[in-house]
């Protein structure tokens, strides 16, 4: 089993559109959860750390559930430029910022 | 402009050839990342450097070789004994020490390809 899973979609949207993703980790020892965003060859920039009570950064809202050890990210009101592939990642306890990265989700939004 | 760079952004390399791969920062930070993305996988991490003169190796260091000896800069070297290093390397650095979260910044990748 992957320490980080994601369902690597495609997801196909329309603009406009709420689209949600989950990722769901095994380490229960992860203390640190972020969402990247990876578009085509080009590296990971940082969308979003995900914090225990969940956040929200305009249309994006991150959400952490412990006991079920999973994370998700919701984006509202899709736009074109929200296609991208979006990576889920864990930081486990006492890993001196060694992260570990899901596959992504990639996400199509269309017109 | 604070930021990583990488060179090349392509490099091509021979049967039985060493090659390396530069990173570089400005952000000040202690802290410095290799990693390779394949399609299909995560990223993986090769080596990392938590203060100048010092590092470990990742999940997937061999055939790899690192040097921290300065604090802005953080080659790569891919060795003739990585039977299979096509592939897209992604430099990386954080803050540093390790205590609680941190976040990770990316330079912008080599692709590296065999000929």
């Known amino acids: 089993r992957k320490e980080v899973e994601q369902d690597p979609g495609p997801f196909n949207v329309p603009e406009g559109a709420t689209v949600a993703f989950n990722c769901t980790y095994s380490n229960s020892a992860s203390q640190s959860f972020f969402w990247y965003r990876q578009d085509c060859r080009k590296e990971p920039k940082l969308l979003m750390s995900?914090?225990?009570s969940g956040n929200e950064d305009g249309r994006f809202t991150a959400q952490l559930n412990r006991a079920s050890q999973y994370i998700s990210l919701l984006i509202r009101d899709s736009k074109l430029s929200d296609s991208a592939t979006y990576l889920c990642v864990a930081q486990p306890t006492g890993t001196a910022s060694k992260l570990t990265f899901g596959t992504g989700t990639r996400l199509q939004v269309t017109l | 402009d604070g930021g990583i760079t990488q060179s090349p952004k392509y490099l091509f390399r021979k049967e039985g050839q060493n090659v390396t791969l530069s990173c570089e920062q400005n952000l000040n930070h202690d802290a410095m990342y290799w990693y390779r993305q394949d399609p299909g996988q995560g990223l993986r991490l090769i080596y990392y450097s938590q203060i100048v003169n010092d590092f470990q190796k990742g999940d997937i260091a061999e055939g790899y070789s690192v040097s921290r000896e300065k604090k802005e800069s953080f080659p790569l070297t891919v060795t003739s004994a990585q039977k299979n290093p096509t592939a897209f390397y992604l430099c990386a650095s954080s803050i540093g020490g390790g205590a609680g979260q941190e976040t990770q910044y990316f330079g912008p990748g080599t692709r590296l390809l065999v000929l």
């Open positions: 995900v914090y225990s």
